[in-house]
């Protein structure tokens, strides 16, 4: 108990959450910590917000656009040799042009069907707390199973098709799609 004395006074407030669903017979319990972290300036540095969809590059129009885009801009920017304002031009060519790459989702085959079978659970967990009787319990487990067996067949779905997808790039030889592909396998399952 004494190794546990040091973390005492990061604790500033603990409290357990009766109405929550968290899909399980416990309560969840939340405890509010106060620390000081050091960040280093490289990993504050590393990302500044704004990634362009370079995949779009591989599509001809939006490949001309783009070229069109950049000639225009630096037509106009012949006689001026500001590099910085050079380097704005292109990002805001590039920006029309590509437009932003999209962040990834964590959860990419969660959909819509997915959030109806989330608010079943959660039905079902309230009629339990409300009423514990055997009828609300059988209800709620059998509701809990339908649930993990839809979410895990979605997500088998989606990574069959991501697999088939990796099968398709490494038949074009797409090195660069078919390494994106293994890299993100690779991020699911260190996890």
């Keep these: 108990m004494s190794q546990y004395r040091r973390w005492y006074s990061s ?4 409290q357990s959450f009766r109405g929550a669903n968290c899909d399980t017979d416990y309560y ?9 972290l050091a960040v280093s300036k490289q990993a504050a540095q590393k990302f500044d917000g704004e990634r362009f969809n370079l995949r779009k590059l591989n599509e001809l129009e939006v490949r001309k ?28 060519s590039a920006k029309v042009s590509l437009g932003l790459h999209d962040l990834k989702q964590h959860k990419p085959w ?33 509701v809990r199973r339908d ?8 997500k088998k779905e ?3 098709t ?23 396998f690779k991020k699911c399952y260190l996890i």
């Design 11 to 14: 604790i500033l407030d603990i």
């Design 147 to 154: 649930t993990s067996r839809h979410f895990r067949n979605k």
């Design 110 to 142: 969660f959909d819509e069907e997915c959030l109806g079978f989330l608010d079943q659970r959660k039905g079902a967990k309230v009629k339990l707390v409300q009423d514990q009787s055997q009828s609300n319990v059988d209800n709620l487990n059998n």
């Design 28 to 36: 969840p319990v939340v405890a509010k910590v106060g620390e000081i």
């Design 65 to 92: 656009q783009y070229q069109i885009e950049i000639t225009n801009r630096c037509a106009v920017l012949e006689n001026l040799s500001d590099s910085e304002n050079n380097k704005e031009h292109i990002k805001t």
């Design 162 to 184: 991501k697999i088939e997808k990796n099968e398709n790039s490494n038949k074009i030889q797409s090195i660069r799609d078919l390494n994106r592909g293994i890299n993100d």
């Design 158 to 160: 989606y990574l069959k």
